[in-house]
Nanobody, 118 residues
Framework: QVQLVESGGGLVQPGGSLRLSCAASGFIFRIYTMTWYRQASGKERELVAIIDSTGGVTDYADSVKGRFTISRDNAKNTVYLQMNSLKPEDTAVYHC???????????WGQGTQVTVSS
């Protein structure tokens, strides 16, 4: 069974940092592109960052460029999102997801809540 388990969220002050982790299982992690999405309360889910299978190519939403870094450790089947210089508008539930041609390849995990507030 394909599973994605996010962790690392919490409450942080503006300007602070958090590192999110996504532990993947049930598929050959090293051959898949991975992503981070976020969904703020009452808003649509948005793509935040993407990383190719080797970790050599990454891209980010304009709103987080220069502040967030996506990375992966294929030996640990884990993808990370380092978040620096956090802003209140970064407050959301963060989810990781697999880029796959098969529909519904991976169910959404529970997500991890990030709250940026003073």
């Amino acid at each position: 069974q394909v599973q994605l388990v996010e962790s690392g969220g919490g409450l942080v002050q503006p300007g602070g940092s958090l590192r999110l982790s996504c532990a993947a299982s049930g598929f050959i992690f090293r051959i898949y592109t991975m992503t981070w999405y976020r969904q703020a309360s009452g808003k649509e889910r948005e793509l935040v960052a993407i990383i190719d299978s080797t970790g050599g190519v990454t891209d980010y939403a304009d709103s987080v460029k220069g502040r967030f870094t996506i990375s992966r450790d294929n030996a640990k089947n884990t993808v990370y999102l380092q978040m620096n210089s956090l802003k209140p508008e970064d407050t959301a539930v963060y989810h990781c997801q697999v880029v796959a041609t098969e529909p519904h390849f991976a169910p959404w995990g529970q997500g991890t809540q990030v709250t940026v507030s003073s």
